[in-house]
Nanobody, 115 residues
Framework: QVQLVESGGGLVQAGGSLRLSCTAP????????MAWFRQPPGKKREWDAL???????KYVDDVKGRFTISRDNAKNTVYLQMNSLKPEDTAMYYC?????????WGQGTQVTVSP
């Protein structure tokens, strides 16, 4: 079965750090751009960071300088290093290929940042 698996979330204080991981089957990962998304409670899901197969990276302005996306193609894994976390970053975090496929969404990993 095809499934994305996110991990690494948790509860941290403002200014702290977390490192999220997303593992995927090769059918999803190989040759594809991958992205991290966030969905705060009651809000729509929005992308934060994208990494193409060969490493080209894009971020939304709000996370530039704080988050770093990377990938290890041999491990079929994409990472999101999150530094200088803010309470506004509190959300469920998901990964998916780009263009995303609805059926591939995993359970996500919860990030909670206390003031």
């Amino acid at each position: 079965q095809v499934q994305l698996v996110e991990s690494g979330g948790g509860l941290v204080q403002a200014g702290g750090s977390l490192r999220l991981s997303c593992t995927a089957p090769g059918i999803i990962f190989n040759g594809n751009s991958m992205a991290w998304f966030r969905q705060p409670p009651g809000k729509k899901r929005e992308w934060d960071a994208l990494i193409e197969n060969r490493g080209t990276i894009k971020y939304v302005d709000d996370v530039k300088g704080r988050f770093t996306i990377s990938r290890d193609n041999a491990k079929n894994t994409v990472y999101l290093q999150m530094n200088s976390l803010k309470p506004e970053d509190t959300a469920m975090y998901y990964c998916n290929k780009i263009p995303f496929v609805s059926q591939y969404w995993g359970q996500g990993t919860q990030v909670t940042v206390s003031p």
